[in-house]
């Protein structure tokens, strides 16, 4: 590259640097899982991991490794193909109708990954003449989405469903309305109030479109995610969501809806027609994890176990937390550098959390944001606990 044009760059990311901002890479050894080894500046070591989306374990579970290692062995390795070309295998067909009985929708369109789910969405559907109301806290990838569709853009601030109502009497003479929300909220753990929404839903005549990556699988009594929670099955036009967290890590998204969707979804939805076909060991792996969420709520009881036995300990504690049940507990802190602090010194402790702060988060809110998961032991979340205690106690965020 030309010398003057690199140096730009360097001076970018300089600046990034300089702000405090810069994002580093943790290198692990080891498979996912509770328990992992990473790599620090003198060898390894085994560390506590609360910074996964691994919500159900499933990421290294012996019977998803195994599926996998069958999906490999008996349909390959790749597709070489989009789908519509020669990439469409059983197994395809068979997960797209597995996650649209276990959400209950009529049908489901699979993609590389829900950030492509909601990146084709959006302008498939909807034109000019529709408007897309969008809770301001939406993942970046509901926000791109939104941006390549030519539909009027409304934003409301997260949850706040009077300023919702605000938006959608303002865009009433548009042809189509869609409410788009996330179910969850990554960075507090709140949920969106979907009963809510759907009742303005109801007497606005919109669509709701929910995001549910961090909620399928393990929010709701049979983790069928946000609109279970809230009784609102069937009132939840359109839902995207991911493979990568609860639904075994790997990779892959889908939007579930009503028939007439995916058969337009499958006509237009750009990352569907032009991105490659779900790997086969993949599409094996989430099969057998949707099916063990089908057959048994165990590994859900247990995330909920750990997430209630985390949340008690660290109020007895003395920190602050975001109320709520969400297995994101964050740790609020404060300042920025403070956070950051933290969460070094709870790696010294053995335990890995990762500080977030603005522009993540609000200014002077920065916190630690902790994970739990069913791959964790009750002895594991109280090792956590106490590594707090000693730490917030030593920086003065608690009594001692
Ligand atoms: C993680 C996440 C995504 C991205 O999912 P991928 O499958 O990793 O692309 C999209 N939306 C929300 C709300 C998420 O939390």
């Not at 349909?75 to 959400?103: N, P, W």
């Not at 994890?289 to 036995?309: F, I, K, P, Y």
């Not at 969400?326 to 890995?352: F, K, Q, S």
């Amino acid at each position: 590259m030309n010398e003057r044009t690199d140096r730009r760059f360097a001076a970018q990311a300089a600046e990034i640097r300089a702000a405090g901002l810069w994002k580093t890479e943790r290198v692990i050894t080891s498979p996912q899982g509770a328990v992992i080894t990473v790599e620090t500046g003198t060898g390894s070591r085994e560390v506590l991991n609360f910074c996964a989306n691994n919500y159900l374990g499933l990421s290294a579970h012996p019977p998803v490794v195994e599926a996998a290692h069958r999906g490999l062995d008996d349909r390959g390795y790749g597709m070489s193909s989009v789908r519509f070309i020669c990439g469409t295998q059983d197994g395809h067909k068979q997960l797209e109708a597995e996650l649209a009985a276990f959400f209950r929708f009529e049908d489901a369109v699979l993609y590389g990954s829900c950030y492509d789910a909601n990146g084709g969405l959006f302008e498939a559907l909807l034109g000019e003449d529709d408007a897309i109301i969008s809770d301001a806290l939406n993942h970046a990838s509901v926000i791109d989405g939104i941006r390549l569709c030519r539909a009027r853009r409304l934003r409301y601030a997260s949850g706040d469903v009077d300023e919702l109502e605000e938006r959608l009497k303002s865009a009433a003479d548009s042809r189509m309305r869609l409410i788009a929300t996330d179910g969850v909220f990554s960075m507090d753990g709140t949920l969106a109030p979907l009963d809510r929404i759907c009742e303005l839903a109801a007497r606005y005549d919109a669509l709701v479109m929910v995001d549910d990556s961090h909620a399928s699988g393990f929010v709701g009594p049979t983790g069928r995610g946000t609109p279970e929670h809230f009784g609102m099955m069937g009132r939840v036009d359109i839902l995207t969501s991911t493979l990568g967290k609860a639904l075994g890590g790997a990779s892959g998204g889908f939007t579930a809806s009503s028939r007439a969707v995916t058969d337009l979804l499958r006509q237009r939805s750009r990352p569907y027609l032009f991105s490659n076909a779900l790997p086969p060991p993949i599409v094996a792996a989430g099969r057998a994890a949707v099916r063990m969420l089908e057959g048994t709520s165990e590994l859900r009881e247990r995330l909920r176990e750990n997430t209630a036995r985390f949340r008690a300990g660290m109020i007895a504690a003395g920190f602050t937390i975001k109320p709520g049940d969400h297995p994101i507990v964050p740790v609020m802190i404060g300042d920025a550098r403070v956070a950051a602090e933290v969460a070094d010194a709870l790696l010294d402790e053995g335990i890995y959390v990762i500080g977030f702060s603005y522009p993540v988060v609000p200014r002077e809110e920065a916190r630690i944001r902790v994970q739990l998961s069913a791959a964790h032991e009750p002895e594991h979340i109280d090792r956590a606990i106490a590594a707090f205690s000693v730490v917030g106690a030593r920086m003065d965020l608690i009594p001692s």
